[in-house]
């Protein structure tokens, strides 16, 4: 239960910028950084695994600040439900992330009987590696850390080498339009290989692709085998907070092992450099099976900032997702 001296209601499409504010005030007092908008939150709640109504929760002062929020997806095409909860820094230790987490926990257990009967149905939490209040509270309602991710970034303090680009491919930039089918299904078949893969609906992932950040098309870049005019792999940028950042590097499969990664990974940082930017930044799994964490290192790529992932079994079965 909260305290009287709070109340908690579903968040609405107006309350979008508070939210904001308390998720950048709980970044600022974590890492330094604001990193969150009211438009990227108005393009989550679009998401067809987002209930508005159902799956969000808001924790009001009594001087009518927003100070806590959670909220609870259940994609589809997936075994996972994900949480995610913030409170204000002036607030923490009241019980408010304790009384929001249970409140997404029990949206959950809604959600099971949609999976198939025979699959593990789990509850997945992100946050910060340092976030020690958040690690004890995740443990004290029976989580435990299974991942880690990393964010790295390159400091280039000189121009990067050039791209050795495989015989046969071909680089050039997404035509918005007439790629987007193509790359949706490239990009979703290499992430196959990655842990906890799952395939977001077509419309999900576009509008969270180019809806959030600062979609360029021109930063796009896909390497094409020209023999069969197929997507090789891809690299997709954007900026967030004016910053470069790649939000997806892939190789398929038939195109892997022959410094592809490697190519796309340098026309990348070349393109931002000779944009006048000297950093670049870029998520990803740190015990990641496919080698990406020993590509970008060799890159010149270092960890600047990490991430752990709590897992809580609401119902044991067959893994629904890549699990390795």
């Known amino acids: 239960?909260?305290?009287?001296?709070?109340?908690?209601?579903?968040?609405?499409?107006?309350?979008?910028?508070?939210?904001?504010?308390?998720?950048?005030?709980?970044?600022?007092?974590?890492?330094?950084?604001?990193?969150?908008?009211?438009?990227?939150?108005?393009?989550?709640?679009?998401?067809?695994?987002?209930d508005l109504e159902h799956g969000t929760w808001v924790v009001i002062a009594t001087n009518g600040q927003l100070v806590g929020y959670e909220s609870c997806e259940a994609p589809a095409e997936s075994g996972r439900i994900f949480v995610d909860g913030y409170v204000h820094p002036e607030y923490i230790g009241q019980g408010i992330g304790t009384f929001l987490l249970r409140q997404a926990e029990s949206r959950a257990h809604e959600h099971v009987a949609k999976y198939p009967a025979a699959n593990q149905v789990v509850i997945h939490a992100g946050v910060y590696a340092h976030e020690d209040a958040a690690h004890r509270l995740f443990e004290a309602e029976g989580y435990h850390r299974i991942r880690r991710f990393?964010?790295?970034?390159?400091?280039?303090?000189?121009?990067?080498?050039?791209?050795?680009?495989?015989?046969?491919?071909?680089?050039?930039?997404?035509?918005?339009?007439?790629?987007?089918?193509?790359?949706?299904?490239?990009?979703?078949?290499?992430?196959?290989?990655?842990?906890?893969?799952?395939?977001?609906?077509?419309?999900?992932w576009m509008r969270r692709m180019t809806e959030v950040g600062d979609f360029d098309p021109a930063l796009w870049f896909l390497a094409i085998d020209s023999a069969s005019g197929e997507i090789a792999g891809a690299s997709l940028c954007n900026y967030q907070n004016q910053k470069p950042w790649l939000r997806s590097l892939s190789v398929r499969r038939p195109w892997r092992r022959q410094g592809l990664g490697m190519a796309l990974l340098l026309h990348t940082f070349n393109e931002f450099y000779h944009r006048g930017y000297r950093t670049v930044?870029?998520?990803?799994?740190?015990?990641?099976?496919?080698?990406?964490?020993?590509?970008?290192?060799?890159?010149?790529?270092?960890?600047?900032?990490?991430?752990?992932?709590?897992?809580?079994?609401?119902?044991?079965?067959?893994?629904?997702?890549?699990?390795?």
Not at 170 to 191: K, L, M, S
Not at 298 to 307: F, I, K, L, N
Request: charged share 25%; proline share 5%.
């Open 281 to 324: 930044g870029l998520g990803v799994d740190a015990q990641n099976i496919t080698g990406a964490t020993a590509l970008y290192e060799r890159a010149g790529m270092h960890v600047d900032r990490a991430y752990d992932t709590f897992e809580k079994e609401l119902r044991a079965g067959i893994p629904a997702f890549k699990s390795e």
């Open 150 to 204: 990393w964010r790295m970034q390159i400091d280039m303090n000189e121009p990067p080498a050039a791209p050795i680009w495989p015989d046969g491919i071909q680089i050039r930039t997404y035509v918005q339009g007439q790629d987007d089918r193509a790359v949706y299904e490239a990009v979703d078949e290499a992430f196959q290989d990655h842990w906890g893969h799952y395939t977001r609906p077509y419309e999900d």
């Open 1 to 50: 239960m909260l305290p009287d001296s709070f109340h908690s209601r579903a968040a609405t499409w107006d309350d979008a910028q508070a939210v904001a504010d308390l998720i950048n005030a709980c970044d600022i007092a974590l890492t330094g950084e604001a990193e969150t908008d009211a438009h990227e939150l108005h393009t989550d709640w679009q998401d067809s695994a987002a």
